[in-house]
């Protein structure tokens, strides 16, 4: 059984940084596509960044292009997510996904097969 963890989360300062990682087990992880989504309260749960099972590719929503980077280490079965400069409205639940077939490019939640419990972040102005 295919399980993700994320870890990392918590109450930061706008305009610090933070990094969420995502621990997986049960699965060949060096073959899943990565990705992280995000709901804030009130709102719809909306994608934030995917990484390729390669981690040659990589994309990114708007509202966090050039101030987030998304990357792996296939050795620790682990996936991160680098955020810089965050706001307050970066204020979420963050949520690991997987994709199992090697496809990239999702950006639905409905599209990936495995998903975390999330962890909460909030950003104070």
């Known amino acids: 059984q295919v399980q993700l963890v994320e870890s990392g989360g918590g109450l930061v300062q706008a305009g610090d940084s933070m990094t969420l990682s995502c621990a997986v087990s049960?699965?060949?992880?060096?073959?899943?596509?990565m990705g992280w989504f995000r709901q804030a309260p009130g709102k719809e749960r909306e994608f934030v960044a995917a990484?390729?099972?390669?981690?040659?590719?990589?994309d990114y929503a708007d509202s966090v292009k050039g101030r987030s980077a998304i990357s792996r280490d296939n050795a620790k079965n682990t996936a991160y997510l680098q955020m810089n400069m965050l706001k307050p409205e970066d204020t979420a639940v963050y949520y690991c996904?997987?994709?199992?077939?090697?496809?990239?490019?999702?950006?639905?939640?409905?599209?990936?097969?495995?998903w975390g419990q999330g962890t909460q972040v909030t950003v104070s102005s």
């Open positions: 996904v997987a994709d199992k077939s090697r496809h990239f490019g999702g950006t639905k939640w409905l599209e990936y097969d495995y």
């Open positions: 049960g699965g060949t992880f060096a073959m899943f596509t």
């Open positions: 990484i390729s099972w390669s981690g040659r590719s990589t």
